[in-house]
C-alpha cells in the first residue's frame, strides 16, 4: 500500500528566505506526483505535476524535483513572502500504465508561515 | 473560465440525517473526483466517475454514494450521517480519465455533522 509522508508538518521561515519542503514515498511505482498549495478553510490549488519520466518541474519561484528509485520529492521555494503561508500537500499517483483507476495518495501536508 | 464549483460551502446536519453535495467541473473536463478531508490530515479518495460510469472507489462504507450527470456534473450522497463524516469534501475535476492530466480541485463543501 503507498504511503505518503511529509516532513516536517509544521515550518516558520522569515521572509525572503530559500525553503525546502520534503515528501516520500514508499512504493517507487507511481505515474507521476502532483504538489497543491491549500490555504486554510479553502480547496487545493495544483502548483506543480510531475511526471514519473521527468526530473524536475519549475513555475516562477517553485522549482519541484523527484527521484522515482529513493522515493523522494521536494519543492523549493525561492525567496519567500508571507502570502507563501500556507498547507503545501503532495500526492502522488500510483501504477506505471496510462489507465486503471489508480487515485492520488495525499500526505498530511506541511503547514508554511512565512514571517514579514 | 469558471473553476471547480462545489455547493454548499457549509452545511450542518444531525447524526442520522442525509447530505447531498453538489460539483460542476470544468467546462469541457469530463472526469470527476470526490475526496473527503478530515482536519489535520490529507485528502481521502472517495469516488471517481467518468462519462457517467464509477471508474473507482475509495474505502468507505455503503453509506456514501454518488453519481455523475450527462452534464458531467456529479452528486456525492452520504446516509445516515455519523460524528465521524464531518470533513472537507473536495471535488476535483480532469480533461479525460487519462492520468497524465492535472487535476483541479474545487473550493469544497464543509460538512458538520453534530
Known amino acids: 500500500k503507498q504511503e505518503v509522508t511529509q516532513i516536517p508538518a509544521a515550518l516558520s521561515v522569515p521572509e525572503g528566505e530559500n525553503l525546502v519542503l520534503n515528501c516520500s514515498f514508499t512504493d517507487s511505482a507511481i505515474y507521476n506526483l502532483q504538489w497543491f498549495r491549500q490555504d486554510p478553510g479553502k480547496g487545493l490549488t495544483s502548483l506543480l505535476l510531475?511526471?514519473?519520466?521527468?526530473r524536475e518541474q519549475t513555475s516562477g519561484r517553485l522549482n519541484a524535483s523527484l527521484d522515482k528509485s529513493s522515493g523522494r520529492s521536494t519543492l523549493y521555494i525561492a525567496a519567500s513572502q508571507p502570502g507563501d503561508s500556507a498547507t503545501y500537500l503532495c500526492?502522488?499517483?500510483?501504477?506505471?500504465?496510462?489507465?486503471?483507476?489508480?487515485?492520488?495518495?495525499f500526505g498530511k501536508g506541511t503547514r508554511l508561515s512565512v514571517i514579514a | 473560465d469558471a473553476g471547480v464549483t462545489q455547493s454548499p460551502t457549509h452545511l450542518i446536519k444531525t447524526r442520522g440525517q442525509q447530505v447531498t453535495l453538489r460539483c460542476s467541473p470544468i467546462?469541457?473536463?469530463?472526469?470527476v473526483s470526490w475526496y473527503q478531508q478530515v482536519l489535520g490530515q490529507g485528502p481521502q479518495f472517495i469516488f471517481q466517475?467518468?462519462?457517467?460510469?464509477?471508474?473507482g472507489r475509495g474505502n468507505f462504507p455503503d453509506r456514501f454514494s454518488a453519481r455523475q450527470f450527462p452534464n458531467y456534473s456529479s452528486e456525492l450522497n452520504v446516509n445516515a450521517l455519523l460524528l465521524g463524516d464531518s470533513a472537507l469534501y473536495l471535488c476535483?475535476?480532469?480533461?479525460?480519465?487519462?492520468?497524465?492530466?492535472?487535476?483541479?480541485f474545487g473550493e469544497g463543501s464543509w460538512l458538520t455533522v453534530v
Open positions: 510531475i511526471q514519473s519520466s521527468q
Open positions: 476535483a475535476s480532469s480533461l479525460t480519465e487519462s492520468w497524465g492530466n492535472t487535476i483541479y
Open positions: 467546462s469541457g473536463h469530463k472526469s
Open positions: 466517475y467518468y462519462e457517467k460510469e464509477e471508474r
Open positions: 500526492a502522488v499517483r500510483p501504477g506505471t500504465s496510462n489507465s486503471g483507476n489508480t487515485p492520488l495518495v
